[in-house]
């Protein structure tokens, strides 16, 4: 789809567009402070979801980008109001558990109406040992994200996707998404952001999904039509790619997508 003729707001992924490893992307926190100028709003996507929106913001902010804690939105959190009010086997880090409590969704050591799966640096056997059994007895099975690998310091580690790939090996299934690519993601940032600027009421189609990642970012927002920008700042290497993944902009640097965005 094309640029809307005037964006009314944008959704930010986080690693590979604002900021690599320990540092700001060059140009990041000034496009921001332009959106800002410009009165245009804008949310944080993050398919993290081992995080809480307070402490993405404290990272953010210690690398000189803006932010508020309600301007983040994790995939957690997008679980949380995914779902009705329940009890739940949870696979996850306080930020997961504490969000979806939140949301009237329990944990349960006993029989659960979900599995929840999420990122969980305290991962044992006993607690993928726990959700594969509740999956055999046919409890929903949701993962906050799929990605199967994250970039630390040491190198590339797993992620989520890596433990649904043992949980199906186990048990045959395969979890409902949250996160990027999946839709409840861009659907809670659009709520988020709607909230956040009473009146704005914006449609998807009103909105520009700023990603590195054509699998995840690019997209998810495209099956609902959010206008889709590339950034070669993080794990995109070329902007080739089939008709599905295609961004409408695709920009080397924010300068670049600065002049794309506000030159006429
Ligand atoms: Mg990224």
Redesign the pocket.
């Known amino acids: 789809m094309p640029l809307p003729p005037r964006p009314r707001g944008f959704i930010f992924?986080?690693?590979?567009?604002l900021y690599r490893g320990e540092r700001a992307i060059p140009g990041a926190a000034e496009f921001l402070v332009e959106l800002e100028k410009r009165a245009l709003p804008y949310v944080f996507a993050t398919n993290r979801a081992n995080r809480t929106p307070e402490e993405v913001a404290a990272q953010l902010r210690s690398m000189g980008i803006a932010c508020r804690s309600e301007q983040i939105l994790t995939s957690a959190l997008a679980t949380a109001e995914a779902l009705r009010p329940g009890r739940a086997c949870i696979i996850g880090q306080p930020a997961l558990i504490d969000a979806l409590a939140r949301n009237g969704i329990e944990a349960t050591p006993g029989k659960p109406d979900y599995v929840i799966v999420g990122f969980d640096e305290t991962l044992t056997y006993r607690k993928l040992a726990t959700a594969c059994r509740w999956l055999l007895s046919g409890a929903r099975y949701i993962a906050t994200n799929p990605d199967n690998t994250f970039n630390t310091a040491d190198g590339v580690a797993p992620e989520n996707g890596a433990v649904i790939a043992a949980i199906h090996a186990a048990t045959g299934r395969m979890p409902e998404v949250i996160g990027k690519p999946e839709a409840p993601l861009f659907r809670s940032a659009r709520r988020l952001l709607n909230r956040l600027h009473p009146g704005l009421n914006a449609d998807f189609d009103a909105l520009c999904m700023v990603?590195?990642?054509l699998d995840t970012?690019i997209l998810g927002a495209k099956r609902l039509g959010i206008c889709t920008i590339l950034m070669m700042t993080?794990?995109a290497r070329g902007p080739d790619a089939a008709a599905d993944r295609r961004a409408d902009i695709v920009a080397e640097d924010y300068a670049g997508l600065t002049q794309r965005l506000f030159s006429c």
Do not use: A
């Open positions: 992924d986080l690693d590979g567009t990603g590195d990642n970012d993080g794990i």
